[in-house]
């Protein structure tokens, strides 16, 4: 007598039921939850995922423009000597940075090791403010450099600058949206160059481009979102207003 094929199929899920049961009871409870989740994922990571965006045209580093460098130091130190020309015998001189660029030499900073600076062939600027040259560390390369400091109670400050940069190829709309942002506001006091403020959980950051080379200043804040150095924008602008040249020589470029 023939059995019936619905019999046989009770029979052999009766069987991969008890192999199931005996199989769990000896394998240990996170295996199993591995390969139950292995064995029931839809998805398989690709071998190849396309790329994020587009690369760079290109990258290229140009010459830095040292006599510009120079020049603005010595219009900076002009209109400081004919501000304190104008101050009576009657008035109290209190040192205040003069906007612009003025020179300052590595070897008179407390934490910076000279020989840092002197591998930078860009110039190094840092906000020109007491205890900002009191902190300040620098670390540099060839194009690029890093300062790290405190501005205050409260607030740090990092601020780099490089001359390689990567030419990317923009649509029209975004690069619209650049040129309009960077013309909402009068050009950067003192370095006369147009800039931008941008803000993230982390840091309010100020960027430009001066001398053929890009800078950014960061804030970084205890408490960003109520301290009005990083919530707003008049702090960083005046820290980025009055910076001070730690390698007036640009000994790396010779």
Not at 68 to 81: G, K, S
Not at 237 to 251: I, M, P, R
Request: charged fraction near 25%.
């Amino acid at each position: 007598m023939k059995r019936r094929p619905a019999v046989a199929l009770v029979m052999v899920a009766a069987l991969a039921s008890a192999a199931v049961a005996q199989r769990s009871e000896i394998e240990p409870p996170l295996e199993r939850a591995q390969r139950f989740i292995e064995e029931r994922k839809q998805t398989r990571p690709r071998l190849a995922p396309p790329p994020i965006g587009r690369p760079p045209l290109r990258t290229d580093a140009a010459d830095v423009d040292w006599d510009a460098v120079r020049a603005l130091v010595v219009e900076t130190e002009r209109r400081r000597l004919s501000a304190l020309s104008n101050v009576t015998a009657t008035r109290a001189v209190v040192f205040e940075p003069a906007v612009g660029v003025r020179a300052a030499p590595a070897e008179a900073l407390k934490q910076t090791r000279a020989a840092e600076v002197a591998a930078v062939s860009i110039p190094v600027l840092i906000p020109d403010q007491a205890r900002v040259r009191d902190t300040v560390q620098v670390f540099g390369q060839a194009d690029a450099y890093t300062a790290i400091a405190e501005v205050a109670d409260g607030v740090d400050m990092r601020m780099s600058g490089s001359r390689k940069r990567l030419v990317l190829e923009r649509p029209p709309a975004r690069q619209e949206a650049l040129r309009k942002m960077r013309a909402a506001r009068p050009p950067l006091p003192g370095v006369n160059a147009p800039y931008v403020i941008t803000r993230s959980e982390s840091s309010t950051d100020l960027s430009f481009s001066r001398f053929n080379a890009g800078y950014v200043l960061s804030l970084i804040c205890d408490a960003p979102e109520t301290d009005s150095r990083c919530a707003e924008d008049d702090f960083i602008t005046t820290l980025a207003s009055s910076l001070a040249l730690l390698n007036e020589d640009g000994s790396a470029e010779q």
